[in-house]
């Protein structure tokens, strides 16, 4: 059975989704790459928004999402985070 | 005349002594840096109570180090005007030593143990308060090394084992065998002051420093990935 994702795997996956799309996705993309509900999604996408990681850009009149430089950062520090918190397993 | 120490040790230890406890300070201060920042990063409050805990330590260390130099150089504190003030001023800082210090295991232990609610905590604080205390009531550090000693046995360690159990990564043993090799520490300085042996704190001393570098040579190889 799978184990229950953390709250900084889930915004790992929703980041990398957004990478592996060019840097820009489309919400219905990300709501099925990232793998949770729609109000689920929009939590962890508000906190990316206060945390400048993503932005919410307008592509001829369609909604769609931008990872940032912090976005990209947080990406390449993931490792690091995710070894440290293994180690302390908090 | 000099400043009547309460800590059973010999004189030629306490310039690489406070060498130790520099070197400790610092370490706790670079893990407690970045699991400030993993708490940044993750919003996880847990790595901010951990960055408190081991910034309380390291923060403790620091007046360690002061008081070591009290016993060291007290004729070149004379901006405090005599010896029972500076008595006072010595004290005051072992006091502060270990009551950050066994804050900063408490709530370790308390993270470990999950133990939650404002009465459990603020009950084992007080006992770190009272420990502190003892050290200026009793002139000894063995309530200090008791209790330091129990929450590592009862709380942390068993945490630590499951996790590396749980993820058996090099990682986690490195931490695992850190707060293992403390509580042997705290071992030695409870023995030293039942036989009075300062082979033993001499020896307590050597594990605890090796202890801080199995963390830091754990937030080295986090840091290299």
């Given amino acids: 059975m799978n184990e229950r994702r953390d709250k900084l795997k889930i915004i790992y996956d929703m980041l990398a989704a957004i990478q592996e799309k060019g840097g820009k996705i489309k919400p219905t993309h990300l709501l099925y790459k990232s793998n949770l509900s729609h109000t689920k999604m929009q939590l962890y996408l508000n906190e990316l928004f206060t945390k400048d990681m993503v932005k919410e850009e307008l592509n001829n009149s369609n909604k769609c999402y931008t990872i940032t430089k912090n976005g990209i950062k947080f990406l390449e520090d993931y490792k690091k985070v995710k070894e440290f918190t293994d180690s302390f397993g908090f | ?225």
Avoid at chain 2, 19 to 41: A, Q, R, T, W
Avoid at chain 2, 65 to 81: E, G, K
């Fill in chain 2, 1 to 225: 005349m000099a400043i009547n120490d309460i800590i059973f040790r010999p004189t030629w230890f306490l310039g690489i002594e406070s060498l130790f406890e520099i070197i400790s300070m610092i370490i706790l201060l670079l893990v407690s840096l970045y699991s400030y920042k993993v708490y940044k990063l993750s919003n996880n409050k847990k790595y901010k109570y951990l960055a408190v805990s081991f910034f309380s330590i390291g923060i403790g260390f620091l007046f360690k180090i002061l008081s070591d130099s009290i016993v060291l150089y007290y004729d070149r504190f004379t901006f405090i005007d005599n010896l029972f003030r500076l008595s006072y001023f010595y004290t005051g800082s072992l006091i502060l030593f270990a009551f950050l210090a066994l804050s900063g295991y408490v709530i370790l232990a308390c993270l470990a143990a999950k133990v939650k609610g404002r009465r459990k905590i603020m009950s084992l604080l007080g006992i770190a308060f009272l420990c502190a205390i003892l050290v200026r009531q009793a002139r000894s550090f063995t309530f200090f090394y008791f209790f330091e000693f129990v929450l590592l046995i009862v709380y942390i360690i068993p945490y630590m084992y499951d996790n590396y159990k749980h993820k058996k990564n090099k990682n986690a043993y490195l931490v695992f065998l850190a707060f293992v090799l403390l509580a042997l520490s705290s071992l030695f300085f409870i023995a030293m002051s039942a036989y009075n042996l300062q082979q033993l704190y001499i020896g307590g001393h050597f594990i605890s420093l090796l202890a801080y570098i199995m963390l830091l040579v754990n937030l080295t190889l986090v840091l290299k990935k």
